[in-house]
């Protein structure tokens, strides 16, 4: 989901495994010369997920061990999940609702958080956990270290 820590995660987990970490949202930003929000605006969200889609295939394929922090919706369009899992080990980051929400404040940039942030989180939890829960490994604890100790013994 947005705000539950992906990239932030992302960045420990790349210190702890002394594994590159690539942000997908980063790297679709450069390729585009905009960011993720003028990318909504500009040009819709099914023309996001197309770039973001195609982004996730050029890494997995130009990249030999990598962590990608992706985005929240990754997973969910153009069988991203199905896709993660058969080249990779995928972690699902687990965040109470109420955490969530008070993360994606109405200041928050993310163009799919406008509006009532309580029902949009709500709205996209329920269409989504079915998806998430589909990922190898499920992180509900909050501490990245460990999760580093798991991934360097699977
Ligand atoms: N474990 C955590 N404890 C405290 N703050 C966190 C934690 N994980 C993320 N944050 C904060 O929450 C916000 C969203 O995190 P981010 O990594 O950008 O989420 P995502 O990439 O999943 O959307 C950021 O301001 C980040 O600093
Ligand atoms: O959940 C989503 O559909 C999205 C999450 C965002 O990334 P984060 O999950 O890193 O915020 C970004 O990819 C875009 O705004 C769409
Ligand atoms: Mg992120």
């Given at each position: ?23 997908l ?43 990608i922090?992706t985005g929240?919706?990754t ?80």
């Amino acid at each position: 989901m947005p705000g539950s820590g992906k990239s932030h995660f992302g960045r420990i987990l790349e210190e702890e495994l002394i594994c590159p970490l690539i942000d997908l949202d980063k790297e679709i930003e450069e390729a585009e010369e905009r960011t993720i929000s003028d990318i909504f605006e500009q040009e819709g969200e099914e023309y996001f997920r197309q770039a973001e889609a195609r982004m996730l295939r050029i890494i997995t394929e130009s990249q030999e061990e990598v962590i990608i922090s992706t985005g929240g919706g990754t997973p969910c369009y153009h069988d991203g999940l199905e896709y993660m899992n058969a080249h990779g080990t995928t972690v699902y980051l687990e965040a109470e609702e109420s955490v969530l929400i008070k993360r994606l404040a109405p200041k928050d940039h993310r163009p799919l958080m406008v509006g009532d942030t309580e029902k949009r989180v709500k709205e996209l939890l329920n269409q989504r956990l079915p998806v998430y829960q589909k990922a190898k490994i499920t992180l509900s604890h909050r501490d990245p270290k460990r999760l580093a100790q798991e991934l360097e013994n699977s």
